[in-house]
């Protein structure tokens, strides 16, 4: 067994004890005081040059003893509004706060790959940069980041990342080349209608029944305007309208979320929406406001990037434990703004453990993760990072 798996194990309990303390304490995104002081610290700890951006954004830099390229590792830091429903001694302290999706885990990782190449400075030839960042559950720290030059000064050449999932068993580790996630947009549709008594309709304008028909509507453009073999959802996430059962609202708001994979798709979606609208508010006689904004783009991984990653997970985790995807994920990723400006490759880190209750998805109130897989990125992300700079 390698070097770096062997020294992940026996780092194990300290970077546990890290994520733990991430979970009692969740931030939101660009509220990430303590966490990326924290980080912070314990990199300037191991001798890393350490910046501070964007706020709450935390890049450290690991210089080697020899020139050569730099490889740069992300981790998000922030946590979701999300109240924890989940029964843990390192439960939440903050009401209505949670680390649901395994970002606490992503930064005691970061944290780890830091000690592990810290340690053998002298070994490596080039550069590893490591970024700590805030928002990915938004507004989206990534995009701001690489506007503020992290992806330069030392110029990356590579950036990997990776995310824990209980989609996977822990010791798997998952990946593919090309888009492996969707593009992530986001609607606001207002309809205006005309208030009056429930008890005499044909005196108002009822938006609330415009919007029923809407939302069904939408749902034909995924099932009859796109190719049956592409992929679109068209998610309506909230709807807000009404006063009292006996009384006609005069509008109602509707929230979502759009998801597309391809482009050229992606740039039809606003118009196709609107159409949609535009024909149920003049059928039912309503107004409306439609507000489409654009979000993350798609992750694209590099073929090569996702060969190398999986030659070093292969040789430490062996062949059957590395799952090669054959669909993308309709989640979405502001790691896609790193891999825009260099070669890139995100992971998925199985932590799936039905034992010790880790079997809900992330964004879910019970949502935890098998520890175990902690030692396992860490090792995994080294050992790739090794073998790109030795290239």
Known sequence: M??????????????????????????????????????????????????RVVGTGVVGLLRGSK??????????MDALSIPQQNDVPYASIYPGKMHACGHDGH??????????????KDEIAGNVKFFFQPAEEGPG?????????????????????????????TGKIGLMAGVSSAGTD??????HG?????AHPHSSIDPIVAAGHLIVALQTIASREIDPLGSVVVTIGTINGGYRSNVIAHEVTLTGTVRTLDPEVRATMPERIERIIKGICETFRCSYDFDYDHGYPSVVNDPAMADLAEAAAKRLLGEE?????????????????????????????????PEKDC????????YNFDEDAIPIGMAVLAEATLDFLKQ
Request: negative net charge; without cysteine; charged residues 20%.
């Open 141 to 169: 720290g990534a995009l701001p980041m690489v506007e503020a030059g992290v992806m330069e000064n030392p110029k990356v050449d590579a950036v990997m990342g990776l995310h824990l999932g209980t989609n996977l068993s």
């Open 194 to 198: 005309k208030g009056g008594h429930g």
């Open 359 to 366: 079997i809900y998805p992330g964004h879910h109130p019970h």
């Open 2 to 51: 390698s070097k770096l798996w062997e020294r992940a194990h026996e780092l194990k309990d300290e970077f546990i004890a890290y994520r733990r303390d991430f979970h009692q304490h969740p931030e939101l995104g660009m509220e990430e005081v303590r966490t990326s002081g924290i980080v912070a610290d314990f990199l300037t700890s191991l001798g890393l040059e350490v910046t």
């Open 107 to 120: 930064t005691a990782i970061l944290m780890g790959v830091a000690k592990l190449l810290a340690e053998m």
């Open 67 to 76: 020139p050569g390229k730099t490889m740069a590792l992300r981790a998000d």
């Open 186 to 191: 986001s609607i606001s549709i207002t309809l």
């Open 321 to 353: 434990n590395v799952v090669r995807f054959s669909v993308p994920s309709m989640g979405g990723e502001d790691f896609s703004y790193f891999a825009e400006k260099a070669p890139g490759i995100f992971l998925r880190l199985g932590a799936a453990n």
